[in-house]
């Protein structure tokens, strides 16, 4: 006896059904592990402004208390972060001149205690993310500024402790911009800025 064509019509129906619920799930899944927010471990993080001395060499200013968070899918590629800078956490890792730095002719910590980069533009070129550009705020003035991401590691998860991320990001700066007019002539206008994190994976 042939089989009636419509149960043969449901029968099919229901097994591309089934079919498409299997391949989205698992379209959601591998989605879920590409697309992935980490947050910024202040520990192992820093941000650096490094500037040249005439007959010094470079000085270097260096933050420790680093936070924010980084959103990246790796299938899109596509990414945001928003990174937020204590600068009142300032050191100097050669020179006695951390005063200096702190003073209102260089960043005015007291004022502007918080510097940060938000970006919603990270470029990728085969893959590989080579750009972030957004907004770079010292002394609460904006600049819309492009970082060369210099590294971009992704650590799986261990026993021991979630998947993370190691950044390393630079770009070169006008200090003018920036209202960073102390001693003008002795110290060069450019200023190199590192963005050095280590983020770790969001639960979730």
Known sequence: MSENPMRSVQRRSLLAGLLFSVCTAKHSALYANAAMRYRVDPLQSRARFVVRVPAVGEVICEFAAITGEIDLDFDGLQGAAHIQ????????LQYPFAWLARSREFLDTARFPMASFVTRDIQFL???AVTATGLLTIKQLPRRERFDI?????????????AKLIVEVVRQVSRRQFE??????V???????ELRLTALAIPG
């Open 85 to 92: 800078i204590d600068t009142q956490s300032l050191r100097m």
């Open 126 to 128: 085969d893959g590989k």
């Open 150 to 162: 210099q590294k971009l590691e992704h650590h799986p998860a261990s026993a021991l402790e979630p």
């Open 180 to 185: 960073i007019n102390g001693l003008p002539g």
């Open 187 to 193: 110290i060069d206008d450019m200023v190199r800025v």
